[in-house]
């Protein structure tokens, strides 16, 4: 996959349809991996913020997520090919999921946003069936049981929305605990898709 570096930071300059054929593939292998939506935001606190840019760069995926990364690209003469947001992804997963049986597991959010947006994808993709979803809170105290509940649901992709840089710093403190061939953060996208 070829990569674009904005700030420092490889991002692979994939479409929304490559992303989903990565993901396909990181399922086959049923290894961790994590997925990392780039956007202006994450650059700003990888500048500030050491461990969240060893996140970023450690990341198996970087997608280029949000305007301004993509016009970096262009500006540096090495423009994306397109901009892939992770809220588009939960969506589209969530289509794909009902075709190819991917199980989906909703992490974060407030309560009952999470479940909402399930219903809301629910009623485009009749199909869709959430392996499961909870809120919960990324804390130390929390983390052992928010382990054990997506290891329960056996899922092939786990979204998280706790905001970053948090969502991130947890999904790779947790990456082999967790064990799901995809995770990625999602920030605002329950509440987006439940709007
Ligand atoms: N959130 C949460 N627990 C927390 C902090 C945040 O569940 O301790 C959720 C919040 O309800 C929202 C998402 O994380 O659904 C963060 O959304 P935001 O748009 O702020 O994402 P960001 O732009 O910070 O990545």
Same mark, same amino acid.
């Given at each position: 996959?070829?990569?674009?570096?904005?700030?420092?930071?490889?991002?692979?300059?994939?479409?929304?349809?490559? &992303?989903?054929?990565?993901?396909?593939?990181?399922?086959?292998?049923?290894?961790?991996?994590?997925?990392? &939506?780039?956007?202006?935001?994450?650059?700003?606190?990888?500048?500030?913020?050491?461990?969240?840019?060893?996140?970023?760069?450690?990341?198996?995926?970087?997608?280029?997520?949000?305007?301004?990364?993509?016009?970096?690209?262009?500006?540096?003469?090495?423009?994306?090919?397109?901009?892939?947001?992770?809220?588009?992804?939960?969506?589209?997963?969530?289509?794909?999921?009902?075709?190819?049986?991917?199980?989906?597991?909703?992490?974060?959010?407030?309560?009952?946003?999470?479940?909402?947006?399930?219903?809301?994808?629910?009623?485009?993709?009749?199909? #869709?069936?959430?392996?499961?979803?909870?809120?919960?809170?990324? &804390?130390?105290?929390? &983390?052992?049981?928010?382990?054990?509940?997506?290891?329960?649901?056996?899922?092939?992709?786990? #979204?998280?929305?706790?905001?970053?840089?948090?969502?991130?710093?947890?999904?790779?403190?947790?990456?082999?605990?967790?064990?799901?061939?995809?995770?990625?953060?999602?920030?605002?996208? #329950?509440? #987006?898709?439940?709007?």
């Amino acid at each position: 996959v070829e990569k674009i570096a904005v700030l420092g930071v490889p991002i692979a300059n994939v479409t929304e349809d490559e &992303t989903v054929a990565l993901m396909a593939q990181m399922i086959a292998t049923r290894q961790p991996h994590h997925v990392v &939506t780039v956007n202006p935001e994450f650059l700003m606190e990888a500048r500030r913020n050491p461990a969240f840019r060893r996140v970023l760069l450690n990341a198996d995926l970087a997608i280029p997520d949000g305007i301004g990364v993509v016009l970096a690209g262009r500006l540096q003469g090495r423009p994306f090919r397109a901009r892939v947001a992770g809220s588009d992804l939960v969506e589209r997963l969530a289509a794909e999921s009902a075709r190819r049986g991917w199980r989906l597991y909703f992490l974060g959010a407030a309560p009952g946003v999470a479940e909402q947006a399930i219903a809301r994808l629910q009623a485009r993709y009749p199909t #869709f069936r959430a392996a499961g979803a909870y809120a919960g809170s990324p &804390t130390p105290e929390e &983390t052992p049981d928010l382990i054990a509940r997506v290891r329960a649901a056996q899922p092939d992709v786990l #979204f998280v929305a706790y905001g970053h840089p948090r969502q991130d710093l947890w999904i790779a403190a947790n990456k082999d605990a967790l064990g799901v061939p995809v995770m990625m953060g999602v920030g605002g996208a #329950f509440d #987006f898709l439940a709007g």
